[in-house]
């Protein structure tokens, strides 16, 4: 448990920072363009048509202003900048990692609502301190000490200017789909899967008393079945303690409202 998931603590809030760059073209959606007709004579077998888009995004208003995306290979950089101007260079250089920032944001939020995250793959620096629990092998609780050192990203995430920050999602936001399709989902839209992901998230439960772990192997799990087969991006909430989890969600849903009409469905 705390070895899965502590390189990726973050992540939860940083699922907000991406979702909030929808709003910025809430009221200039356009309709995705169908793919045309293949050639009825045609006998090579057709590529499946893609999926209807449900939270299209179109291209950034100041594509011009911001000058080019870079390709996805160097936008470390760019992002890295983009990122620096947004929340400041200490907390960049303390949370962010500097190498694959787009690829590896892609593919943790894929990932948060399945069983696993890869940790390769984090996008985010380990919290600081060490993993506390009270009890033994056998039979342990959650220490609430645990709660503290996640303190310092949720006050990060809650001080940022969403309206700049729609900005930098949406001038990057042909690499994140780039990105995307590169996972293997070639028909894939990656905003919709961000949405999605939102509402794993905001189904994610709060344990309303202890939460009890055992310890089979080397990491602690829930002791609760029901619980360990929640999705990892849930688990992450549970473990950052109910106050962080209620301010990661109170803003999921406050940006998902403003980048779909459609409420959450949990």
């Given at each position: 448990?705390?070895?899965?998931?502590?390189?990726?603590?973050?992540?939860?809030?940083?699922?907000?920072?991406?979702?909030?760059?929808?709003?910025?073209?809430?009221?200039?959606?356009?309709?995705?363009?169908?793919?045309?007709?293949?050639?009825?004579?045609?006998?090579?077998?057709?590529?499946?048509?893609?999926a209807?888009?449900?939270?299209?995004?179109?291209?950034?208003?100041?594509?011009?202003?911001?000058?080019?995306?870079?390709?996805?290979?160097?936008?470390?950089?760019?992002?890295?900048?983009?990122?620096?101007?947004?929340?400041?260079?200490?907390?960049?250089?303390?949370?962010?990692?500097?190498?694959?920032?787009?690829?590896?944001?892609?593919?943790?939020?894929?990932?948060?609502?399945?069983?696993?995250?890869?940790?390769?793959?984090r996008?985010?620096?380990?919290?600081?301190?060490?993993?506390?629990?009270?009890?033994?092998?056998?039979?342990?609780?959650?220490?609430?000490r645990n709660?503290?050192?996640?303190?310092?990203?949720?006050?990060?995430?809650s001080?940022?200017?969403m309206?700049?920050?729609?900005?930098?999602?949406?001038?990057?936001?042909?690499?994140?789909?780039?990105?995307?399709?590169?996972?293997?989902?070639?028909?894939?839209?990656?905003?919709?899967?961000?949405?999605?992901?939102?509402?794993?998230?905001?189904?994610?439960?709060?344990?309303?008393?202890?939460?009890?772990?055992?310890?089979?192997?080397?990491?602690?799990?829930?002791?609760?079945?029901?619980?360990?087969?929640?999705?990892?991006?849930?688990?992450?909430?549970?473990?950052?303690?109910?106050?962080?989890?209620?301010?990661?969600?109170?803003?999921?849903?406050?940006?998902?409202?403003?980048?779909?009409?459609a409420?959450?469905?949990?």
């Open positions: 448990m705390e070895n899965l998931n502590k390189p990726v603590i973050g992540v939860a809030a940083l699922v907000v920072v991406l979702a909030v760059g929808g709003w910025y073209f809430l009221r200039h959606r356009t309709a995705a363009v169908p793919p045309a007709a293949p050639p009825a004579s045609s006998s090579v077998a057709q590529t499946p048509p893609e209807a888009i449900q939270h299209p995004l179109p291209p950034p208003a100041d594509a011009g202003a911001a000058g080019p995306v870079p390709p996805l290979a160097d936008s470390d950089a760019a992002i890295r900048d983009a990122l620096t101007q947004l929340a400041g260079a200490d907390a960049v250089s303390s949370y962010l990692r500097p190498d694959a920032i787009i690829r590896n944001l892609v593919v943790t939020v894929d990932n948060l609502p399945r069983q696993k995250l890869a940790v390769e793959k996008p985010i620096n380990a919290t600081a301190g060490v993993f506390l629990a009270n009890g033994d092998e056998l039979h342990a609780t959650l220490d609430r709660f503290d050192r996640y303190k310092p990203l949720v006050t990060l995430i001080s940022l200017d309206a700049k920050v729609a900005q930098v999602y949406t001038h990057f936001y042909p690499l994140f789909q780039e990105a995307y399709q590169n996972l293997g989902y070639p028909n894939g839209y990656f905003n919709d899967r961000l949405v999605q992901v939102i509402d794993v998230l905001l189904a994610a439960p709060q344990p309303s008393g202890p939460i009890e772990l055992v310890q089979p192997n080397v990491m602690y799990t829930f002791a609760d079945p029901a619980l360990e087969a929640r999705p990892a991006g849930q688990k992450l909430l549970m473990r950052m303690g109910p106050d962080n989890a209620a301010a990661i969600k109170a803003k999921l849903m406050e940006l998902r409202a403003l980048i779909t009409a409420p959450p469905k949990h």
